[in-house]
């Protein structure tokens, strides 16, 4: 079946540093790829959608220069939150779509002390 | 931005006890999906329907679809314990949008 890992699975990191998390398609090529965050109790929510080799676009309200998107390969994308803050904390998962369908990584567990 | 509403926001049931939840959504879609989550965890995809079926079946759990007025509902019969969790209807054209969800609590 198709497979979205991401790394971290959990990070903790000060206030005002950045933080990479990577997003991978183990067996097949993803035409395109979505983060999504969640705060507790909550849904998840659209951030940004990225096809290779070209820029993400952002849902309304999702600051571009605060979360950045490199999507460098069809099985990999990285979100990097730059200067993060304890309101940054969240869990972020990824998603990627092929053909078939669209499918889910594990998330990582972003904390902001 | 979320696709639509779900209700109830929370279920308490007893064990043995049949769960209905119900979803809305806005726009069109190719297919609807319904996903577990327990707490903390990452999504769990129990079912997804294509908009031209009006009702599935997966073990304990069925599926229905309207898309004449955008709603979908999930039952699970004969509920356990373990099945306490939160549910998300997702509505899939081109990308997946959630609804809010519905946090159920099944009693043993």
């Known amino acids: 079946g198709a497979v979205v890992s991401q790394h971290p699975s959990r990070v903790i990191c000060k206030s005002g540093t950045s933080v990479k998390i990577e997003c991978r398609s183990l067996?097949?090529?993803?035409?395109?790829m979505f983060w999504y965050r969640q705060f507790p109790k909550q849904s998840l929510m659209l951030m940004a959608t990225?096809?290779?080799?070209?820029?993400?676009?952002?849902e309304q309200g999702v600051e571009k220069d605060k979360f950045l998107i490199n999507h460098a390969s069809l099985t990999l994308s990285t979100l990097t939150v730059t200067s993060a803050h304890p309101e940054d904390s969240s869990f972020y998962i990824c998603?990627?779509?092929?053909?078939?369908?669209?499918?889910f990584g594990p998330g990582t567990r972003l904390t902001v002390l | 931005s979320q696709q639509g509403e779900e209700d109830p926001q929370a279920l308490s049931i007893q064990e043995g006890e049949n769960a209905t939840m119900n979803c809305s959504y806005k726009?069109?879609?190719?297919?609807l999906q319904w996903y577990r989550q327990n707490s903390g965890r990452g999504l769990v995809h129990l079912i997804l329907?294509?908009?031209?079926?009006r009702e599935k079946h997966s073990g304990r759990l069925r599926v229905t679809l309207d898309t004449s007025k955008k709603s979908s509902s999930l039952l699970i019969t004969a509920s356990r314990a373990a099945d306490t969790a939160s549910y998300f209807c997702?509505?899939?054209?081109?990308?997946?949008?959630f609804g809010a969800g519905t946090r159920l609590t099944v009693k043993p």
């Open positions: 998603s990627a779509r092929d053909q078939i369908g669209q499918f």
């Open positions: 067996d097949f090529q993803a035409t395109t």
């Open positions: 990225s096809n290779e080799g070209s820029k993400a676009t952002y």
């Open positions: 726009t069109s879609i190719n297919n």
């Open positions: 329907i294509r908009s031209n079926e």
């Open positions: 997702a509505t899939d054209y081109n990308d997946m949008r």
